[in-house]
């Protein structure tokens, strides 16, 4: 094997994306399943890392007993990988199942934790990680210890890393690691010490990345007014708007976070700091409309904050949001009208995401007996699409995904409340598009399947989101008499 061969093996196995968290186990996701889905997950998650992580210490000995050393990186990778441990919110969520659940979903939650916990990160334990390094004081190192700490909640360890950190040390990962650990532990005064550190002394490392980990981080820590008095700030009526070239500030697609990166990074290169405006993301906003569907805000409050995201800061609205918000109806009573908009709100911007105006949606349309207003609204999106404030191109922002539509549902029997009759429509409608469904999967199922991608493939991706709009579409006829 050729050296270049060997580093794009070792780049490969080390990078490895084995310890992302499945899309279920997501902060908007998480409360889209039942318990014994999210158990599964949690389990499936944690036996690709463990499979993974044994494959990483094969190769590692067997470097050892090559005497080929391992680099700095390297080890720094394998003490990550070796004492991970999920967030906070979700180590809580499956202790909850094990609390409150059902015998057999408890059953199964105590199993994952007691089988798929990564090895304790106590005290005794850093004394000896810490022992084997020979450079423990670095920033790069530094970081890694505290974020094991932290998620641990090792407070003695936490507390001697800080101890090491150098005013040069500290890094913008540093303050992350700091701002969201700490309010997920609740820690309020370690992070006012730590926000004030940084806003006093290391505030050239504050960019819209790490303004956005405050925000969410502060309605963690329960102070959501603060939250929202920052977004505000972030968010100036007037703004010039960014320029083409400016656009990827807007992180929207996973290009842009590439060049991002390379931005911020020759940022940090120069020796003084020019200042810089902030131009909100999707992450500044996303904690803030949580926070509103969470407590019940009224629903002109949702509306303001999503013309902020759309009509202001020109910005998608995501399906992250609608999660959110249909959960809000979920939890909370909201009028049937304000669900009836919300759901044309989704059908129009999956529209404008997807591109199809066409007839098949228009005669759903006009083929539905729809409140005179919300006809007139629907057949105006239709007819004439504007022109969103951000380049679509390859991406769709909105996808009618399973645990979206799910949700949809979840709202309208909710909200319905006591129009018992009203309800058995919605059900019947639901029951109709599982049937359909799961026809179309078992149709799909018998066809051979090829390596390239076909336009079959897009055919049959195309038939399921029809089927879920249909649906969605004869929901907007639900609604309760005078």
Partial sequence: MKYED?????????????????????????????????????????????????????ITNDLDSAKIPTSESEQRNMIYK?????????????????????????????????????????????????SRFDKASDPETLNVLLFTALRHD????YLEIMSKFAPENFTRDTFIILLE??????????????LSLLIWRHIALV????????????????????????VKHLSIPGEAILGENESFLKLIKRDDKVRYSSYIAAYDRLPKKPPVNYHPTEQSFLPILKHYCETGAGFDKLLGLLTQVESVRMLPITSQMFKHIFRGFVLHKYDIGDLQYMLGKLIEVHDLNSGSR?????????????????????????TEPRAPGYNIEDNNFVKLSNGLVRQVFRAYHHTLGRHSDLKEEVM?????????????????KS??????????????????????????????????SP
Avoid at 214 to 223: A, H, Q, R, Y
């Fill in 358 to 382: 066409d007839a098949w949606i228009r005669d759903q349309i006009n083929d539905s007996t729809l409140p005179d207003d919300l006809s007139r609204f629907l057949n105006e999106i239709m």
């Fill in 6 to 58: 060997f580093e794009q093996f070792m780049n490969h196995m080390f990078t490895y994306r084995a310890f992302s968290k499945p899309n279920s186990l997501s902060g908007t996701n998480i409360f889209l399943y039942n318990d014994d889905y999210i158990v599964k997950q949690y389990t499936d998650a944690h036996t690709l890392r463990q499979s993974h992580l044994n494959t990483l210490w094969q």
């Fill in 428 to 444: 019947l409608i639901e029951r109709e598009l599982n049937e359909a469904l799961k026809m179309a999967e078992e149709r799909h």
């Fill in 154 to 157: 090792n407070t003695l360890a």
């Fill in 82 to 130: 070796t004492f991970f441990r999920d967030r906070q919110d979700i180590m809580k969520k499956i202790k909850s199942i094990v609390e409150r659940g059902n015998p057999r979903d408890a059953a199964a939650a105590k199993t994952a934790l007691r089988e798929w916990q990564s090895p304790d990160f106590d005290y005794q334990t850093y004394k000896d990680v810490t």
């Fill in 447 to 480: 066809r051979v399947i090829r390596d390239e991608l076909e336009a079959v493939d897009l055919h049959e991706r195309k038939e399921f989101v029809y089927i879920k709009k249909k649906s969605l579409l004869k929901l907007l006829d639900i609604s309760p």
């Fill in 207 to 230: 960019d819209i990345q790490l303004l956005n980990i405050t925000i969410s981080s502060l309605v963690n820590l329960g102070e959501p007014e603060l939250a929202i008095s920052l």
């Fill in 181 to 194: 650990n700490l309010a997920f532990l609740g820690k309020f005064e370690d992070y006012t010490k730590y």
